[in-house]
């Protein structure tokens, strides 16, 4: 007999997706540079060279065995060693190879994290607007998502409405910023205050509360945005990072879990996720990125063009009318639908080959996701297609 819960998933697949899938068909009848495809967060700049560079040099030089072999469960030491230095250096934390847990993505970082964490029918709090891909990350490993509304006017937390969901089944709260979808950046005010109720009600409850911070973004703030260092704020946090925007490598599937070292059980957790992995599959990312990166932690691809695009945009949408809160990173934008139904909003805007994303699954009703990195060329020539949309249809 098939399983149940995960057929019953085939009904609620991905929005994104099936909007990106349905881009690619129209760019086939249409050429897809006709399409202002704005659903799908895939980078939209290349690798940096050095990277490149790497990849060739390894193929070149390397043993094949050493490239194309198992790495070790918790990921290549050398590896390890590299992304704890550079972690340290940066954030002033001492990080050590033992705090560092080389993962599939930000997404495999996040499940191996919810499952050294809680066990099942404990809860996870996050904010909304969120990732809507939370959901199976933690009903799978038997958690209960629970989502804190959102402040629809600024996009920080809403602190009446998160300290009346705290209760004794809190094991974690699980926060993403830069936030996806909404671009906003949590002030080190809003972390403080965060940490702070945190560590009142661990004490109160008798257990710790971990921060698991999803931060594939970390690296995209844009200019004057302030963009504190979760880690450095909360002891008991686990981050959750990615490569994939920073380095433009979202193929490449390739991140980590880093453990603070000043949490109380920074010395057996990411030796938990060995074992998680264990029973989840996971079995480590290939050998081969793994050594690419760690040569080019300190670089980034040129991430300039998504603030370019962001002010072009944002520029457009406030022109237009539309209630909108300027991103402090990302490449994502959320503004208000110019309706109530944010998806017959979006469909409408099809018909003008505008492919946008509605806000329901990001549990915030009302709103819509520009993804908006793509060629600043094709943003410029949306424009035109997106206030054409808005005075046939809302004027």
Do not use: W
């Amino acid at each position: 007999m098939i399983n149940e819960q995960y057929k019953a998933m085939l009904n609620g697949k991905s929005q994104i997706r099936v909007l990106s899938e349905y881009a690619a068909k129209r760019g086939q009848e249409i050429g897809y540079e006709n399409v202002f495809d704005y659903s799908l967060g895939n980078p939209s700049v290349s690798a940096p060279k050095a990277f490149t560079d790497e990849m060739i040099r390894l193929l070149r030089e390397e043993d094949p065995m050493t490239l194309h072999g198992y790495s070790p469960s918790l990921g290549i030491t050398s590896v390890r060693e590299a992304v704890a230095a550079s972690l340290s250096e940066r954030f002033g934390l001492p990080y050590t190879a033992e705090d560092i847990f080389m993962t599939s993505g930000a997404a495999g970082a996040i499940a191996h994290a919810v499952r050294a964490v809680s066990k099942p029918g404990d809860e996870i709090l996050t904010f909304a607007p969120y990732f809507p891909e939370y959901n199976p990350y933690i009903t799978g490993a038997g958690a209960v998502l629970k989502v804190v509304p959102a402040d629809t006017k600024y996009f920080q937390i809403d602190f009446e409405q998160f300290t009346a969901m705290l209760n004794e089944h809190v094991a974690a709260v699980l926060i993403n910023t830069p936030n996806n979808p909404s671009g906003i950046v949590y002030s080190t005010e809003t972390v403080k205050r965060l940490a702070d109720i945190l560590r009142e009600k661990s004490e109160e409850y008798g257990h710790d509360i971990y921060m698991i911070s999803d931060e594939p973004y970390r690296e995209i703030v844009f200019e004057g945005v302030d963009a504190p260092c979760i880690s450095k704020l909360y002891d008991n946090t686990l981050m959750c990072y990615s490569f994939s925007k920073s380095l433009s490598l979202p193929g490449e599937r390739i991140g980590y879990v880093a453990v603070n070292p000043n949490c109380r059980d920074a010395a057996v957790i990411v030796n938990m996720c060995g074992q998680i992995s264990r029973g989840t599959g996971h079995n480590c990312p290939p050998s081969m990125i793994q050594l690419a990166v760690s040569k080019v932690l300190d670089k980034t691809s040129d991430l300039s063009v998504y603030e370019t695009n962001m002010n072009l945009i944002y520029k457009k949408l406030v022109e237009l009318g539309f209630t909108v809160v300027k991103p402090g990173g990302t490449f994502y934008i959320f503004p208000k639908a110019l309706e109530e139904d944010a998806a017959a909003f979006c469909n409408k805007a099809l018909l003008y080959d505008l492919i946008l994303v509605p806000s329901d699954t990001f549990g915030c009703p009302g709103f819509f996701r520009m993804a908006y990195c793509i060629d600043t060329e094709k943003v410029v020539r949306s424009l035109a297609a997106l206030e054409t949309f808005v005075k046939a249809e809302y004027r």
